[in-house]
């Protein structure tokens, strides 16, 4: 069974984070191994309290998996700060992990703050050049690339901008454009796609980030390539949301095991 490892902040409500990331490895059929970054006590509605993990500690439990388990792919969320970001660079570069997904996080859903600003700079600087592929949203990759993302043109640029930073393959996704369509483009270095979808109108939305970006490094932990386990990942995605039942007064979570809803 390929084996995928997730570096993340724990949700307490499930709907994201490493919680998302494991339930998404299990459905698409890989082993998921966990490095947890920091605690949130969360729920549908917003975060409550965040408590950090040593940097020291996020080392130790990725060498502890890596030498024993390995992993044929990873992905990271939540950082939260540059020392998590450092540490988590350099493990990752000394156990030689090449098929790395980078969830750039850094806002919640609920517009609490999940990465310090001082990290920012520690995340382009040290883990976007070792990422097969990095998916940031809108805001994220507005800050990445240092221009307003607003529409399909802008995130054009952006991706540009972003994947001359180091990364393989650059997904701008494009959930906050607005409109009746959910495109994500696509840019190797060489060539844009647009991943297409159209929206579906519902606030259960919790987690989209990390379940796409989960379901990514699990696709690659297979054997596709990025932009194959990107395809993939989409169309994962779209039916978790499509499928989604309400939990919660606030932003539900998405339903990771939409496929296994009749059984």
């Keep these: 069974m390929p084996v995928t490892l997730t570096i993340a902040g724990s949700d307490s409500g499930g709907g994201a984070g490493i919680q998302a990331d494991l339930k998404t490895f299990a459905a698409l059929g890989v082993y998921g191994a966990s490095v947890i970054t920091a605690i949130t006590a969360q729920n549908t509605l917003g975060v409550r309290a965040i408590h950090e993990v040593p940097a020291e500690v996020v080392a130790a439990q990725i060498d502890a998996v890596l030498d024993d388990i390995g992993a044929d792919a990873a992905k ?3 950082l939260s700060s540059a020392a998590v970001v450092d540490v988590v660079a350099e493990r990752l570069r000394a156990h030689r ?4 997904v980078v969830d750039p996080i850094m806002v919640a859903k609920s517009g ?7 990290a920012v700079a520690a995340l382009r600087e040290r883990l976007l050049p070792l990422a097969a592929v990095v998916t940031p949203n809108a805001p994220e990759a507005s800050v990445l ?7 399909e043109a802008t995130a054009r640029e952006a991706a540009r901008r972003i994947h001359a930073l180091g990364p393989g393959l650059v997904i701008v996704k494009g959930g906050h454009f607005g409109g009746e369509r959910s495109d994500d483009v696509a840019y190797d270095g ?7 979808a159209p929206r579906i109108e519902t606030p259960h939305t919790h987690g989209t980030g990390c379940t796409f970006s989960a379901a990514i490094a699990a696709e690659l932990a ?3 390539s990025p932009l194959d ?5 989409k169309v994962f ?12 007064a606030g932003h539900g979570p998405v339903n990771h095991l939409w496929r296994y809803r009749d059984v």
């Design 145 to 151: 690339a240092g221009l307003e993302v607003v529409n």
């Design 76 to 78: 990271t969320g939540m």
């Design 97 to 100: 992990v090449t098929r790395l």
């Design 112 to 118: 609490d703050r999940l990465l310090r600003e001082d």
């Design 237 to 248: 995605l779209h039916g978790a949301i499509e499928h989604t039942e309400p939990l919660g």
């Design 190 to 196: 060489t060539s844009f796609e647009v991943l297409p």
């Design 222 to 224: 297979r054997g596709r």
């Design 229 to 233: 386990a990107a395809r993939a990942a």
